[in-house]
């Protein structure tokens, strides 16, 4: 390995820590702004509920996550964002 090459690695290495680190957090905010989501609904707060799950889903994407949030709209009568929300989530069942 040459120098040129071993410093395209460090390059490489210094430019992707960050981004992994950076998705790390975000994936540990979307889970967070799930369980707090699940508690709202528990809590009868539903349109709490919905502002995490959608913050969620937008940060990571996730089929779980995707039908609360249809089942939340739905339940405060967000119908077309919930269908629109139930066929998305089976275009990515059916993906996977």
Known sequence: MTRRDLALLCALWLVAAPAQAAE???QALAASLFREGKA???GGQLAGACEKF???Q???PKLGTLLYLATCHEQTG???SAWAEYEQAAAMA???
């Open 24 to 26: 790390a957090d975000e």
């Open 40 to 42: 709202l609904i528990e």
């Open 54 to 56: 959608a913050e969620s």
């Open 58 to 60: 937008r940060l990571e």
């Open 78 to 80: 967000r119908v077309a």
């Open 94 to 96: 059916a993906r996977s």
